[in-house]
T-cell receptor, first 109, second 115 residues
Framework: GQNIDQPTEMTATEGAIVQINCTYQ??????LFWYQQHAGEAPTFLSY??LDGLEEKGRFSSFLSRSKGYSYLLLKELQMKDSASYLC??????????WGAGTKLIIKP | ETGVTQTPRHLVMGMTNKKSLKCEQH?????MYWYKQSAKKPLELMFV???????ENNSVPSRFSPECPNSSHLFLHLHTLQPEDSALYLC??????????????FGPGTRLLVL
């Protein structure tokens, strides 16, 4: 079966750095997405990786290793507004998105 | 504001009621999706419409009935639901194929409670 694993919950301190990991086992691979979802709101697109390596976008970076079936989302200089759930999703060989259950990130002052 | 709107935002219904969820996208996309999001579970894809044709139906019970009258509007008709159908129902849209990331843009969802 297809599976996306990510931690259920993480806690970090304002101003610090946090890394949210995602491992996947899917039938084929056609890209990996990270979305942010604040409580009661729509998921919003953060990043897309299809080749190995690091993609940087301001305070957020996303890394992909296709050989290891692994990605992480790195958030720097954490702010209170970064408290949200972070969803990892992989597009499989049929171009279907397989979603993880999300990681709830709690930022403490 | 993602360019995808959903109404109503909250809905409480009895098991014998009939109701409809509405989604509208203002992004000019050609594909629309219904997802179910339950607490601490992955997003579950329910239906996909591409160019107004249904292309995916992931074994969703017949008490959920989608309708896509045009590329900008998507409905989910609900009847004789069960309490376990209580969840957040998300609509999304994308431009397929675009040769790129084909990012899906989500609406804010309808929080459904079935009593």
């Amino acid at each position: 079966g297809q599976n996306i694993d990510q931690p259920t919950e993480m806690t970090a301190t304002e101003g610090a750095i946090v890394q949210i990991n995602c491992t996947y086992q899917t039938s084929g691979f056609n890209g990996l997405f990270w979305y942010q979802q604040h409580a009661g709101e729509a998921p919003t697109f953060l990043s897309y990786n299809v080749l190995d390596g690091l993609e940087e976008k301001g305070r957020f970076s996303s890394f992909l290793s296709r050989s290891k079936g692994y990605s992480y989302l790195l958030l720097k200089e954490l702010q209170m507004k970064d408290s949200a759930s972070y969803l990892c999703a992989v597009r499989d060989s049929n171009y279907q998105l397989i979603w993880g259950a999300g990681t709830k990130l709690i930022i403490k002052p | 504001e993602t360019g995808v709107t959903q109404t109503p935002r909250h809905l409480v219904m009895g098991m014998t009621n009939k109701k409809s969820l509405k989604c509208e996208q203002h992004l000019g996309h050609n594909a629309m999706y219904w997802y179910k999001q339950s607490a601490k579970k992955p997003l579950e894809l329910m239906f996909v419409y591409s160019l107004e044709e249904r292309v995916e139906n992931n074994s969703v019970p017949s008490r959920f009935s989608p309708e896509c009258p045009n590329s900008s509007h998507l409905f989910l008709h609900l009847h004789t639901l069960q309490p376990e159908d209580s969840a957040l129902y998300l609509c999304a849209s994308s431009q397929e194929p675009s040769g790129g990331a084909e990012t899906q843009y989500f609406g804010p969802g309808t929080r459904l409670l079935v009593l």
